[in-house]
């Protein structure tokens, strides 16, 4: 079962015969949606001056919650991913700083627990179908030619369908299970975007002959529904467990022709609407199959999008809301995301909840949705966000600390409202003067200073003090 690598025909056959114990009746079905590069203000439910209209993620919350301090472990994908499926800040693995490139070995350790291995325990079927960036294989670099693994089938999932990093990453081909669905049989040059109605670029590299850059949205779309379609067809019983992680709005932007010209914020408004979209399809398929009733939807993003400081100048559009920084930065435009989840039933429609998450906690969350056990090599730094999501009063919020960390491996902590950066600058894409002789670090109010202007590096330095020994005690040092 679990190293089953079709969907279509094969996979209804395995679903039909399989003999994994099966959930209990009231587990719901669970479908997570991880956008790349999506930002905090993208979504017109997120900031109503959004200029561009996002209607599938607007309903979700109306039919839904939003979160507004939920977080990603890092400013960049792959440690994001990471602690996502794992319940594990990246940075305590082998992976410091940066991302994984193409031809990276596998980051998830195969002992380690996972959601999707936690909820196949519990029944589930358990499926990834989009952009992996986590590695494959034990050599550096992957040989495509040989089975991929260990990869996603040895961590939990019974099917995967992907490509291997973002689209502006060689090589350029899919992965279906643990096989390459066609050779690297050709090379492709440096992206011209101009050309493709499209912006920023791809890198040059090995592709296979059916990899067309702009078609893979649709691809991730098409290979969900199948997923989906194939579950009822088989009148399976267990629920499922669908993680979704799109290959947009991250460069390169290449919105279909439909698309283009749609917003007032250029190519990449554009392809954050066609995302808008294909989220929207994956929605009314759930209607369509008569399971969102019985369906836990979230959607959020991976970190905040990359918007430069030229884009807010030249498109008036705010991507990471009126947060400082963007994707790879430490500041919160970096790390603070979209988090909109809807359980018919169960979650209270257009409630909105400002409690501290991260992305991590959907492991703790999802054990408790699904009464599955977690285990001893899961979870680290996962907390149990449910009480939350179900709109629950609490005398505490379930997490009061998070660490933060950029592209460049600059570390910060927040506890309470206070947010205290180990250094200077970004950290990330963002650059920014620091004059000589000044602060060491960075320490922000964020509930009289949300937009993180006014440093109190100086003038608070028990503060400082404090929450340096609150970080270095989760670093264990």
């Known amino acids: 079962m679990k190293s089953l690598p079709c969907f279509g025909s094969l996979l209804l056959l395995s679903l039909i015969g399989c003999t994994q114990e099966v959930a209990p009746a009231k587990a719901p079905n669970i479908l997570l949606v991880l956008a790349d590069d999506l930002g905090y203000g993208d979504p017109g439910c997120y900031n109503s001056a959004s200029h561009i209209a996002t209607p599938a993620i607007d309903r979700l919350a109306a039919e839904g919650m939003r979160l507004t301090d939920m977080h990603t472990p ?45 909820l196949g325990r519990a029944g589930y079927r358990t499926a990834c179908v989009g952009k992996w960036h986590l590695g494959f294989g034990a050599v550096d670099p992957v040989d495509y030619s040989a089975p991929l693994r260990p990869g996603p089938l040895d961590i939990g999932f019974d099917r995967f369908f992907g490509i291997p990093a973002s689209l502006d990453i060689p090589p350029y081909l899919y992965i279906e299970g ?90 990449y408004g554009d392809f954050v609407a066609q995302v808008d979209d294909t989220f ?88 408790k949705v699904s009464g599955a056990t977690p285990q001893v090599n899961g979870g680290e730094d996962s907390v149990n966000a449910l009480p939350v999501l179900l709109n629950e009063q609490l005398d505490a919020p379930p997490r009061d600390t998070a660490v933060h960390h950029s592209l460049n491996g600059l570390f910060a902590i927040r506890h309470g409202n206070w947010k205290y950066i180990e250094g200077v600058g970004s950290g990330g894409f963002t650059q920014i003067k620091s004059p000589g002789g000044g602060p060491g670090g960075q320490l922000y109010d964020l509930a009289k200073d949300p937009g993180e202007k006014n440093n109190l590096w100086a003038s608070e330095p028990e503060r400082v003090a404090d929450l340096q020994a609150r970080l270095n005690a989760l670093r264990g040092q």
């Open 280 to 367: 929207g399809q994956l929605l009314a398929t759930l209607e369509e199959l008569e399971l969102d009733e019985d369906t836990l939807v979230i959607f959020t993003s991976d970190n905040g999008a990359h918007w430069k400081k030229s884009d807010i100048e030249r498109y008036a559009h705010l991507a990471n809301g009126e947060w400082r920084g963007q994707k790879a930065d430490i500041h919160e435009g970096g790390h603070r995301v979209p988090f909109v989840v809807r359980w018919p039933g169960k979650i209270p429609q257009g409630s909105t909840r400002s409690e501290l998450f991260v992305l991590t906690d959907m492991y703790a969350t999802l054990a």
């Open 178 to 267: 643990d096989q390459s669905v066609q050779p690297l049989s050709t090379e492709i040059a440096g992206s011209q975007l101009a050309r493709h109605g499209g912006g920023g670029f791809w890198r040059k590299g090995e592709i296979s002959e059916d990899f067309v850059h702009e078609e893979v949205l649709d691809r991730i779309l098409t290979e969900s529904q199948d997923f989906l379609r194939a579950h009822v067809a088989a009148e399976d019983i267990a629920p499922f467990f669908l993680y979704v992680p799109l290959t947009a709005p991250h460069t390169p932007w290449l919105p279909k022709e439909g698309f283009r010209g749609s917003t007032q914020a250029g190519v």
């Open 74 to 118: 890092s400013a960049v994908c792959t440690p994001t991913r990471y602690g996502l499926l794992t319940g594990r800040y990246a940075w305590r693995s082998s992976l410091k700083s940066g991302v994984l490139g193409g031809n990276s070995p596998a980051l998830i350790e195969p002992e380690r627990d996972t959601i999707a291995s936690m």
